[in-house]
């Protein structure tokens, strides 16, 4: 449950009867972005972009939406909105949120699918265009394998696994998944298939075994739709919105509501861009107590939590930042970099300040490690969580060499001090002592999990780790996670620790749009540090990238083009260390 408290409660107990109705518009296109961060450098700027909307932005705007008495309806248009399953699961969240507090929710979309089905199961006005798309018809999940293309290339990927589950790899060195890979991820998809099968019927009044028979149908009309109960009426949109204006003729439509203004400053002259210079470094809100919000959105490296790091390492100087919570969406990465992170956020744990992390659509590996010292976890049920594994690995470039007529030689002091050469696979003996070595962060990572869940784990910890993966819901079964919520509750928590509002809470660092990001304050460094974070970009993704773009896997349609993209992304961790903690790369036809 949604537990916001709100100075609306205190305004609508003054407000007059005569206040002005207010009708909540969200018109979502897009991703929702986690973190907000823009690329603000000048070979990219387009200087009339705007700041994207985080989900941070939304479920804020939402919560005081609930809370507000002069909000008599929320209306969410999503047809060209491209949301997660956590998003999806945390924004419907609100909407029951909503419904019982005895607001209309009203859903339009031009297409019903998984996504819009579980989010329109939350609104007691869900409308379909009359011609819409009907594509209900399950989850299925499509991993790709790239051995065969790194064969041709003359790549051979030489990988060590910690625990049976721990796939991450195999889609380097084979052509399928291995029996324990193809086992996890049956009951992961078996798993989401029962969450959006049992919330569609509890939302609707159907029985799930009604929501199943109609999914294996593979394919019905939007009339069919409503004739089974899945939606509440069929209109275009010009119609929709004359019901609306008709049924809330004296309301406010705002679709701004408890909003950021997501297009910047406007400039019309030397005074407005004067104005923006120097405004740029100051804090909104500077003198008030909140809670800082920061997040770590996908794989780990070194170069990917370096901001991170300085972020709660700066906050902990901020004598406002009363509370922590660590939106983590992140399938792991470097064991290193991992264990950096951990470290900054048990520093903030050291200064006895609420910490909560709040799990976006995967954190898993790595993404646990970091999450584990929480004081307490937040899941959504779709999460993919757990992870908990260790995976050796390099890519062996001799062939590819060779085809480019490219050979090596190698003098060395130190019998291993090749271990990690491009030229050559692992030796029996590199193998030995790499194994040994992940053995300890293996080791390493039980510990952090042990010390930081404690008696609230559920058994038997090496039962659920070996690189086994969990569902949010699994997760909660056996003490992985503390609570099945969303980043809006993670808030709530921390600030009632805090004995703050949740509604004070700010993303850190503040979202800016491009013209904005131009002109901040160049990040100060933490004086406290001599040596800092840094990271290298990765030369052995720079190498692999270069394959795809010659084997043309760019041109590949966007879903594959984005599960190629996340295992480059992977890689880059790969290049700074050889010891991982990351988890599977599911890809759900959602």
């Known amino acids: 449950m949604i537990k916001l408290l709100s100075p609306w409660l205190l305004a609508a107990a003054i407000s007059t009867a005569s206040a002005k109705?207010?009708?909540?518009?969200?018109?979502?296109q897009g991703p929702l972005s986690e973190s907000g961060i823009s690329d603000t450098s000048l070979l990219s700027m387009d200087l009339e972009a705007t700041r994207p909307l985080t989900l941070f932005d939304l479920t804020q705007s939402l919560g005081q939406a609930v809370d507000d008495s002069d909000v008599k309806a929320i209306v969410m248009d999503v047809d060209d909105a491209s949301l997660g399953l956590a998003q999806i699961q945390e924004l419907r969240g609100h909407l029951l949120a909503a419904r019982e507090a005895g607001k209309d929710v009203w859903l339009y979309s031009d297409a019903y699918n998984n996504g819009t089905a579980l989010l329109g199961s939350?609104?007691?006005?869900?409308?379909?265009?009359?011609?819409g798309d009907v594509s209900f018809s399950g989850i299925s999940a499509e991993s790709m394998y790239f051995k065969g293309m790194l064969d041709k290339a003359g790549i051979v990927a030489d990988v060590i696994h910690i625990g049976d589950f721990k796939s991450f790899g195999e889609e380097f060195y084979r052509t399928g998944p291995s029996e324990f890979a193809e086992k996890q991820t049956n009951e992961l998809i078996g798993g989401i298939f029962d969450q959006l099968t049992s919330d569609v019927a509890s939302g609707r009044e159907l029985t799930t075994e009604?929501?199943?028979?109609?999914?294996?149908?593979?394919?019905?009309?939007?009339?069919?739709?409503?004739?089974?109960?899945?939606?509440?009426?069929?209109?275009?949109?010009?119609d929709f919105n004359k019901e609306l204006k008709e049924k809330y003729s004296t309301a406010d439509f705002d679709d701004k509501y408890a909003l950021p203004d997501l297009d910047g400053p406007e400039i019309d002259g030397f005074f407005d861009l004067f104005k923006l210079m120097m405004d740029a470094g100051k804090d909104k809100g500077a003198n008030d107590d909140y809670v800082a919000v920061v997040v770590l959105d996908g794989a780990?490296?070194?170069?990917?939590?370096?901001?991170?790091?300085?972020?709660?390492?700066?906050?902990?100087?901020?004598?406002n930042a009363k509370a922590l919570v660590l939106r983590v969406n992140s399938p792991g990465g470097s064991a290193l970099a991992s264990e950096v992170l951990w470290e900054a956020t048990d520093?903030?744990?050291?200064?006895?300040?609420?910490?909560?992390?709040?799990?976006?659509?995967?954190?898993?590996?790595?993404?646990?490690?970091?999450a584990s010292g929480a004081?307490?976890?937040?899941?959504?049920?779709?999460?993919?969580?757990?992870?908990i594994g260790v995976v050796g690995m390099k890519l062996v470039m001799a062939g590819a060499m060779e085809k480019l007529g490219i050979t090596t030689h190698t003098i060395q002091r130190g019998?291993?001090?090749?271990?990690?050469?491009?030229?050559?696979?692992?030796?029996?003996?590199?193998?030995?002592?790499?194994?040994?070595?992940?053995?300890?962060?293996y080791g390493t990572f039980k510990k952090r999990i042990t010390d930081g869940r404690g008696d609230r784990l559920k058994g038997d910890l090496e039962g659920m780790a070996g690189g086994r993966v969990f569902t949010g819901a699994k997760a909660l079964e056996l003490g992985l996670v503390d609570e099945l919520g969303g980043l809006s509750d993670a808030i709530a928590w921390?600030?009632?620790?805090?004995?703050?509002?949740?509604?004070?809470?700010?993303?850190k660092p503040e979202p800016k749009s491009m013209l904005e990001g131009l002109f901040a304050q160049p990040e100060k460094k933490n004086d406290d540090e001599i040596v800092r974070m840094e990271g290298p970009p990765s030369a052995t993704s720079a190498a692999i990238r270069a394959v795809v773009r010659e084997a043309g896997l760019i041109a590949l349609p966007a879903p594959a083009r984005a599960s190629v993209e996340s295992a480059l992304n992977r890689l880059d961790a790969i290049g700074e260390s050889k010891v991982q903690l990351i988890g599977p790369d599911l890809r759900f036809h959602w």
């Not at 593979?218 to 209109?235: M, N, Q, R, S, W």
């Open 21 to 28: 109705p207010i009708v909540a518009v969200y018109d979502l």
């Open 122 to 131: 939350a609104a007691n006005h869900f409308v379909l265009m009359p011609e």
């Open 210 to 238: 009604k929501v199943v028979s109609l999914i294996d149908r593979g394919t019905f009309t939007p009339e069919e739709a409503k004739e089974a109960g899945l939606i509440d009426d069929l209109k275009y949109r010009t």
């Open 300 to 319: 780990i490296t070194s170069q990917s939590i370096a901001p991170v790091r300085k972020e709660i390492l700066g906050l902990l100087k901020d004598e």
């Open 347 to 370: 520093e903030w744990k050291a200064a006895d300040r609420p910490f909560a992390v709040s799990m976006g659509g995967v954190a898993a590996s790595g993404g646990y490690y970091v």
């Open 375 to 387: 004081e307490r976890i937040f899941a959504e049920p779709g999460t993919i969580t757990g992870s």
């Open 415 to 441: 019998q291993y001090a090749d271990a990690m050469s491009m030229s050559e696979p692992f030796t029996p003996e590199e193998s030995k002592l790499v194994r040994e070595s992940m053995l300890d962060v």
């Open 494 to 507: 921390v600030a009632e620790k805090a004995e703050i509002e949740s509604e004070n809470a700010q993303l």
